[in-house]
């Protein structure tokens, strides 16, 4: 049982190490898409980690074209604010993408509009923010999927 999370070119690495933590919690494997915001060995990235990161299955891309062109075939869930749909609304399947954008600015709109179909959202009800924070965000939908195919 478990996800793969993936996460184009994070940029914060705290979110990334709490990102890793969330996903040996879980049983998930990280992927993480290059351009980081950060280098790996940044001390910032293995605080948040804490001592888990040697344990976690992260797999690195050099971009998002090679990370594409190996799991094209994988069903995949793509996570915006953007979206109509909810996160809930999700049939979470096991060894399911779950796919999240950078922290500035999100998905790209060309990867929004390719994949429409399969984008979700976690609702807000406050006009005063834009999105939640990324390892909150991730932390929201690992538990809805783990919840509905546990």
């Known amino acids: 049982m478990g996800f793969h999370i993936v996460l184009l070119e994070p940029e914060i690495p705290n979110n990334t190490g709490n990102i890793g933590r969330l996903a040996l919690g879980s049983g ?10 950060f ?21 690195i891309y050099e971009n998002q074209e090679s ?42 709109p060309t990867l929004l509009e390719n994949e429409k179909h399969r984008t979700a959202k976690i609702p807000l009800y406050s006009q005063e923010i834009r999105s939640l924070n990324l390892a909150n965000a991730v932390a929201i939908v690992l538990y809805e999927g783990l919840r509905q195919i546990s």
Request: aromatic share 16%; no cysteine.
């Open 67 to 108: 990370f594409f062109k190996k799991h094209d075939d994988k069903d995949m869930v793509f996570f915006s604010a953007k979206s109509e749909k909810a996160h809930w609304d999700i049939q979470f399947k096991n060894d399911m993408f779950l796919v999240f954008g950078k922290e500035s600015v999100g998905l790209s």
């Open 39 to 59: 280098e790996l060995s940044d001390k910032r990235l293995k605080r948040a980690g804490l001592d888990y990161w040697q344990h976690l299955n992260v797999i």
């Open 28 to 37: 998930s494997t990280l992927h993480l898409v290059k351009p980081f915001g």
